[in-house]
């Protein structure tokens, strides 16, 4: 065979075979993940989501509280830790911003400050000055708007003990050296003013300190011994020579000027650790949110696998037999969605909570007619895939109805149908939240909280309180739009026809 | 196309009818609450209660309470709430508020909504697309209630421009009153609005692509021209029906803005029935919402048929 120059056979000598696939072949799911992917604003939404889940999951965990503590001062109070607080800073400093303070004011807290040793003053925003005159002088008068360490600022407080519980507080203080008990100050000796246990030092009749020449407070301790409710041998505050009494009678017990942050820190065992603040019941929220959100998770789920199982059966009788079953399947389901769901929460509220309690009565609630969307879904698959020839061809080898319907054409469904189920969590959630917030349905008995109680007692103190609203609608924001992102998500990537198509 | 119209309007009656049946029952059963023993009410509502078959089974008492509505549009006495009153006169003054504040939501979504869903679609692809669409998504997901608290702290709260609650009285259209209505009507809005873009959206980005659209273009039409005359236009088959829809929708979704806002409207009655209880009231409400919802799904089957000779049901003959 003679080489012609010009051409070369390039496949002269080796073999041609086809090559073996080397990539791996993609199953349907890998391709729905493989889509899934693809849509980045998605897989944002499922990362949120996985982190909210595991802040349901871990915040009841990490809180130092449980949702049973429930704090009687510390009621709808700002964002606080410890560490914050006494370094006096504004963020997580419990920090509450009071307008217009006189120099009267700033004097009661300047009073709380030197008696406790704990300043609730975080510092001055503005300073106003205001000319006037007063008996026929020129005076200018301050006024200031300051944030103020809201749990600093309770100060002391009264509170009767038990001789019993008494004592174990002053071993506690002798223990410890942290002064929970402060001298008793008798009305008669601060004007008659009987509401305000941080008043220790001289008043005038409207309440403000009355100093002395150097601007100092000048103390008004009881010191009748007569009065002194139990014998008291722990720490003394400085400047006390023992003549001081740091209880008075009352009925059988004690009473006692103590100062409240640290009697907490005797009660809890640590100072208040409030990440989110507290609610209007005193519960820390950030617990709160967590048990609130665990319970509406794991009810959404439940109604989810209830509805889908009842749906899934309903739907593929519908669907399969159609005619006349379907007809009357329909119009049962035509009944059901037509009452309002506010009636048929009430309803079994009404009739099945005294019986069966109240999470299983709402639960049926929810299923009485949630189960419909997905029977519709399932019915419109097996519409669309019971004349096809595969299927006709395994009845013709004697597929019972049952097989013909979950083992072939189910099956061709459970895509569709399993991303619809990540959407009805979200509205289950949804509809949760409204009724609790409404009132309908009253949970708190069963999981000490849910979000929709959270956000009407946060409604209630809006105004005075904006964090005890503000992290439960976050919360419950985020979750929603996470979950429904990640569903359209789900469904668009199981859904081939709309693939490719750009959004 | 009436034939089959009619069809549908029996059918609806009929499914209210049964829905009711099982509603009233299930309120009958319930225990009744107890009278106050000496308030000169209390015999007349006995009374009543005899005369509306409280005794007989509760298919008479359907009947009866059938007949009543019938004959003198009697929905029976309130019993606890209003006691003593005519459940029905309650429900009137109750339901101006709420139909004035769902009809400003409407009215106030319908432009914005549109214009931003035709921006959305004339700008498809580009960043303004993008925007309007994440926010149309993340505003559809969140409860109506979570704007509502964000309306109500910062315009009314912060910055002072809204009052907390909706002014008292039945004076609907004075200044005071419409300035009291922006923020529920403003936290209706926010989840209709996004629903109208999202659809408006859809459908025009569909029908801009269309042929005849490029016809419309080649004869000189601009493109403001084009997408108004000939594009919105085939998109309203699809929007006025959601119109319809949605108002209807709202009428009974606006349960929580109206707690919100102190709205004295059919939803804080329905609320207020619930917790009292009064049966009769709540059994008012509950064919309210029922019919709500009904007319609102029979609304938009029909109204797609009205506009769109091709998907007209009955035209088969």
């Not at chain 2, 609907?172 to 009507?185: I, T």
Request: neutral net charge; glycine residues 8%; proline residues 4%.
């Amino acid at each position: 065979m003679s080489q012609n120059p010009k051409f070369l056979f390039v496949h002269d000598e080796t073999r041609r075979v086809d090559e073996a696939l080397s990539t791996k072949p993609r199953s349907y799911f890998g391709d729905a993940l493989y889509a899934f992917r693809q849509n980045r604003s998605s897989v944002a939404a499922a990362w949120i989501l996985l982190f909210l889940i595991l802040f349901a999951t871990f915040a009841p965990i990490l809180s130092p509280y449980s949702i049973k503590d429930q704090d009687r001062i510390y009621t709808n109070y700002p964002s606080f830790l410890p560490f914050c607080g006494a370094k006096g800073w504004t963020f997580l400093g419990g920090t509450k911003t009071y307008d217009s303070q006189n120099d009267a004011s700033m004097l009661f807290w300047q009073g709380i400050a030197q008696e406790t040793g704990m300043d609730p003053v975080i510092k001055k925003i503005h300073t106003y000055e205001t000319a006037g005159r007063r008996r026929g002088e020129e005076v200018v008068r301050y006024s200031y708007d300051i944030e103020v360490n809201a749990y600093y600022a309770v100060g002391n407080i009264y509170q009767v003990f038990s001789y019993k519980e008494f004592e174990r507080l002053q071993e506690w203080q002798n223990e410890t050296g942290i002064q929970v008990v402060y001298p008793y100050v008798h009305a008669s000796d601060i004007e008659d003013i009987k509401n305000n246990p941080n008043l220790w030092y001289k008043v005038t009749e409207k309440g403000v300190a009355d100093l002395d020449e150097e601007g100092r407070f000048i103390p008004v301790y009881a010191t009748n011994k007569e009065d002194e409710g139990a014998a008291y041998d722990s720490l003394r505050i400085p400047g006390d020579d023992g003549s001081y009494i740091y209880s008075i009678k009352k009925s059988g017990a004690v009473q006692c000027r103590i100062n409240y942050y640290n009697y907490y820190r005797y009660k809890n065992g640590h100072e208040p650790m409030y990440l989110f603040g507290t609610s209007l019941m005193g519960m820390d929220l950030f617990c709160a949110i967590g048990m609130g959100a665990r319970f509406s998770l794991l009810f959404a789920l439940l109604v989810a696998g209830i509805n889908m199982v009842i749906g899934i059966l309903y739907g593929s009788l519908q669907g399969y037999y159609g005619g006349a079953v379907d007809m009357t399947l329909d119009r049962i389901c035509d009944i059901l969605s037509g009452v309002p769901f506010v009636v048929v929460a009430t309803l079994f509220q009404l009739h099945l909570s005294q019986k069966v309690g109240v999470v299983p009565s709402f639960l049926f609630a929810f299923v009485l007619t949630g189960w419909i969307g997905v029977a519709a879904l399932t019915r419109k698959q097996f519409y669309r895939f019971k004349g096809m020839e595969y299927v006709l061809a395994a009845r013709a080898l004697g597929a019972s109805d049952r097989r013909l319907m979950f083992a072939h054409i189910l099956p061709n469904a459970a895509g569709t149908l399993v991303t619809s189920c990540a959407l009805i969590i979200p509205a289950v959630i949804s509809q949760e939240t409204a009724l609790s917030y409404l009132g309908i349905v009253d949970l708190s008995s069963f999981t000490g909280t849910t979000l929709g109680t959270l956000l009407s007692q946060g409604n209630a103190s809006a105004t005075t309180a904006p964090n005890s609203i503000l992290w439960p609608s976050i919360f419950l924001g985020l979750l929603m739009i996470s979950f429904n992102l990640f569903g359209n998500g789900l469904r668009d990537a199981f859904n081939p026809t709309t693939r490719g198509t750009g959004n | 196309m009436i034939k089959y119209s009619l069809q549908r309007i029996f059918y609806m009656i009929l499914v209210f009818f049964i829905i009711m049946l099982m509603c009233f029952v299930l309120i009958r059963m319930l225990p009744l609450p107890v009278l106050p023993p000496d308030d000169p009410h209390t015999q007349v509502v006995e009374m009543r209660r005899e005369a509306m078959g409280y005794n007989e089974p509760y298919l008479v008492q359907f009947g009866l309470f059938i007949r009543n509505i019938f004959t003198h549009f009697d929905w029976g006495v309130s019993d606890k709430l209003y006691f003593g009153q005519e459940v029905w006169e309650v429900f009137k003054e109750k339901l101006p508020a709420t139909v004035i504040v769902n009809l400003y939501s409407i009215l106030l979504s319908i432009p914005i909504g549109i214009f931003l869903g035709m921006l959305a679609a004339l700008k498809k692809n580009t960043w303004v697309d993008y925007t309007i669409s994440t926010l149309v998504m993340a505003v559809i997901s969140v409860p109506s209630f979570v704007y509502a608290f964000l309306i109500q702290y910062f315009f009314c709260f912060r910055l002072q421009w809204f009052p907390f609650v909706m002014e008292s009285g039945t004076d609907y259209f004075s200044p005071e009153m419409l300035r009291s209505l922006v923020p529920p009507v403003l936290a209706l809005s926010f989840g209709v609005i996004a629903g109208f873009t999202r659809t408006t959206r859809a459908e025009l980005a569909e029908v801009l692509d269309s042929d005849y659209m490029l016809l419309a273009k080649i004869k000189g039409l601009t493109v403001f021209q084009a997408t108004i005359r000939h594009g919105l236009r085939n998109c309203f088959v699809v929007i006025v029906p959601q119109i319809f829809g949605e108002f209807l929708g709202i009428l009974s979704g606006s349960l929580i803005i109206e707690k919100i806002f102190a709205i004295p409207g059919v939803g804080a009655l329905t609320l207020n029935a619930i917790n009292g209880p009064d049966y009769n009231v709540f059994m008012l409400s509950t064919a309210f919402y029922t019919a709500i919802g009904l007319a609102a799904g029979l609304v938009v089957d029909l109204s797609y048929g009205f506009l769109d000779p091709r998907i007209r049901m009955g035209a088969k003959e």
